[in-house]
């Protein structure tokens, strides 16, 4: 059995590693900045090592959840604020997810930030952003949750505004920051319902394995009503939105690619955006409890994933391709919560970690290459790199969920959740299933665009060229950078049937995954699984065969298109929306001032009188302060009279 | 008396017998910074001594047995404990700021340690006494040398400090004995609890307050006597005058472990003398009128100074204001079960005013030992000048106001909801507003230090014994506003401790 103490490292080793940077390496050892990352690998590396530990531990405990309440931060009236490790199968699960895709990242960063000047810097922040990622998977505490998932929001901003010194990086950095910032703060108000509610809710309402077991208990049997359930899971889940980027929260995540590639590979692909579904899972219970909460999650997760699919369509960014990509699959699992399927939403959350960290890396190569991110002024890139190339298209088929790879596994099983589900899913189901569709069409377009045809000049031909890269060197990229591609097209390929097969395969037993979680495991359903294969496969080769053979029909078919493909391309004028006409001329032109002029006039003006009000009482008083001792026993014996007279008149 | 008694009360005469040894050293040493040294490395005997008869307490299980000393005069609880852990080591890091402060004396520099040392010894024993007439003696032995080491500098505003201390506190120390004197002659006894036997049963008849006028005119006097000591208004208008006059360690000496010493009376004789019912709400509210009047003086005054010693003599005031709300929220106004929160917040607070108080004190006495200036323009540039001072006198005001994560915003959330809790909700949101007011002053000496500028490019560093003092007590303010379990234990379980007496 892992103890305590282990599990608490975890989260220590990679703080420990951004601390050691920040304040010794980074002042000091300014020339040795290698050290970062050598430093970063290794906590790292030791925190995933034992991650893999935590993960045997559970399974070999018979995927109990392990408890331990290690401090108590707090009591204020009768609550008591733990600090504590929840260490259930979710939760080992995820500590896997997160060291080990985080430990290929820095492999690969170490490759792709040398010789940028903020490189120790880079890695005291990916140090603490794994260190905060940890920490908000094994909180025990809501409160505790809370905190970290602050935490992964800052680091979030900084490394979206790594690179500070370019606007766009610096507004793309802002931009995160306040729209997660509406979802965090539903979530901060749930949190203070619970604490408001402390009296109704048997146990310790900030308690996590409580407010999943006790209280849906509860309300299951009528002594609490059920609208704890629904206000409280509302609120948990405005703040899975703002960070999964679920519509309309979505408007961020495309921004946040101005940030360094390896970034959003792990952060805005592989496990902070997908926080937000495991905050979901983690309270699933509770959610489960409150059939409008279940509804909602359904029908925004739904939406959002063809919503952003569509948008996927017409960028010209590798990088934006992907993150719609990734809100589109992040849709996917908030569906799959929202119609109960709690073990195929967990399963995607895990192959997609993986298949999409490679797809980013991927185009972190790319650009690598070509000093761009504008598909555009790529193209015929597969010659000249083609691990990058293979282990790419390895990861599209899987996002395309082709049979056998890893992405089919976990989304057949969403869908065919949704197609026998009850309840809203079945209406619902129809818009991840077109999703699905479109999914195929962005896919098959990125990889034409970047890897086939002739190579269109890269940074060079481009208008505005990304700093990095440093223009176009047309080579494969260098091996400590191709060999994360390789590990994680590995775990594309045996990921899927490997941990959740449909029969048993000897040591791994049926539906391994499923069982580990609690759930029940789902037959293959073999007409769907068969046709949706069939009707991928073949759309994929007839989108490849458009794209690569016929691109001179689909520029005409979008220009036919074009007011479809304006809207697409604007946005849905969501950001015009949100930026324009709701932040400027609302807030800034309406409320901004409104509140500036109550500011001025009333609030310094009370200030400004309590001010001289209060300098001249002071002044007043201090008169009395003569120096003369005599005066200073004459108030004592006044005081004392005074302190009768209390008595003899009151 | 016993070889055992002696045992009980060693940390106060080891105290003292390193005074006396420290005197005697100094006719064959000629070396002072020696003496210095051990002043400071003598104070872990009584260190030791206290601890030891702390866990002495727990191993005879959970209830602490009360041990009367002396013919019962003292008596040796957890609650004297904890006040004497707080004088250790309040007088601990007085001597490690007053090392580079006491080389400017001419003459007397160890006479200086051995006089912190018995004033420090009289108010342990104050902590430690149950009944009157020690009491009395035990306030004289703590004040007497404070005002000799008031008038220390030998200028003239450090002997006027030392005269008005000496004078003023002889006026209050009559007062205290007149009142004890009615206490008396009422009651048959000079021990505190045989006092409370005697007054169970009076109840509030007859138009006569506390049951006769003797016992209120006894009651109202003795609060008069130690509000001298805890500076509380209206019997606070020695202090400002003394705080700026006096040697800088002396002034933090007075306003940290001389005001602890005298809540820690405040507390034991009316909990313990005047704990019944009846009683206990007219005291308490007396209290809270000392309390609002402490806090509004103290910190309206403030807003209006110019040297920084005066404005944290002002500051001081405010704080025995806070303080003495934590006095009045009395264990009968509140709901049944919520019991002792005013005392445990009263000793909480002591302790994390201590560590904030020190730490400001610290870093003014490293400024002004090289500027040679107590005003708060001279001050101007520090966060250039000294980053670190600086930082640690701005966090320790930032804690003074109140504000997380310190210790000074802890003290204040419990020390508030024990006021809360005993229905004193009013006085409560007077605390609030008061500590509003204070961030005017406070924040005006850190707008000083980082927003104006430099009145010279020097740097300015403190010697390193300052500098312990100075982190030390800076890590204390943040250790005990992030983790304030460890201490509020220590205060709960004092507390405790007060009612079993």
Known sequence: MISELWVWLILLLPLGSFALIGLIIRPFLARHSKLAGQVTVGAIGASFLLSLWALGSTIADGARAETWSSYKWLSVGNLEIDVGILLDPLTALMLVVVTGVSLLVQIYSTGYMKGDPGYARYFAFM????GSMAGLVIASNIVQLYIFWELVGLCSFLLIGFWYERPAAAAAAKKAFIITRLGDFGFLLAILYLFLNADSIPGNPLDISNLTNQLPLAIGAGTVAASVATWAGLGIFAGAVGK??????????PDAMEGPTPVSALIHAATMVAAGVFLVARFFDLFASSEVVMSTVAAVGGFTALFAATMGLVNNDIKRVLAYSTVSQLGYMMFALGIGAYGPAVFHLFTHAFFKALLFLGAGSVSHASGTFDMRYMGGLRKVMPWTYHTFLLGALSLCGIFPLAGFWSKDEILAHGLSSASIGQVVVWLPIVAAALTILYTVRAISMTFEGEFRGGADAAEDAQPHGGGVHLAESPPVMVAPLVILAAATILGGWLINPTTGLGVIEKHWLAHFLNTKGADVNLPLAVIST??????????????TKRAATARRLSERLSPAHMLLSRKYYLDHLYEDVVTVRGFYGGAARLLDWADKAVVDGVVRMIDRFGRNIGRAIALLQTGQLQGYGVAISVGVLAMVGIYLFF | MTLGDLYLISPELSLASLALLLLLLDLVVSRKGFLAALAVVGLVVPLVLSVALWLGLDSTGPEPVNTGVLANTLLVDKFSLFFKFLVIGTVAVIFLMSGEYARKFQRFQTEYYALVLLSATGMMLLASTIEMISIYISLELSA?????????????????????????????SALLLYGMVLVYGFTGSTMLSDVAVKLDGVVFSGGQPFGSYALLLGIVLMVAGFGFKITAAPFQMWAPDVYEGAPTPVT????????????????????????????????????????VLSMTVGNLVAIVQTNIKRMLAYSTIAHAGYLLIGVAAVAARAPAGSGDAGPSGVLFYLGGFAVMNLAAFSAVIAISNRTGSDLIE??????RRAPVLAGVLAFALVSLTGVPPTVGFMAKVYIFGAAVNAGLAWLAIVGVVNSVVSAYYYLRVVKAMYMSPALSDEPLAPE?????????TAAAVLLFGIYPKWLLDLALTAAQALHLS
């Open chain 1, 127 to 130: 140090s603490l952003f794994t």
């Open chain 1, 244 to 253: 999964s980027g679920q519509f309309p929260l979505h408007t961020w995540l």
């Open chain 1, 534 to 547: 069939v009707l991928s496969a073949a759309l994929f080769l007839a989108a490849h065969h458009l794209f």
């Open chain 2, 144 to 172: 007497l040398p404070l005002a000799a080491l008031a008038a220390f500098r030998r200028d003239s505003r450090s002997s006027e400090s030392g005269m008005k201390l000496l004078v003023l506190s002889g006026v209050s």
């Open chain 2, 252 to 291: 933090a000496f007075l306003s940290v472990a001389s005001k602890a010493a005298g809540f820690a009376v405040v507390l034991r004789v009316f909990y313990v003398a005047f704990p019944a019912e009846a009683l206990s709400l007219q005291w308490a509210t007396v209290f809270a009128a000392l309390a």
């Open chain 2, 378 to 383: 001279s001050l101007a540039g520090m966060g």
């Open chain 2, 464 to 472: 390193p014994p300052l500098r312990i003092a100075l982190l030390g």
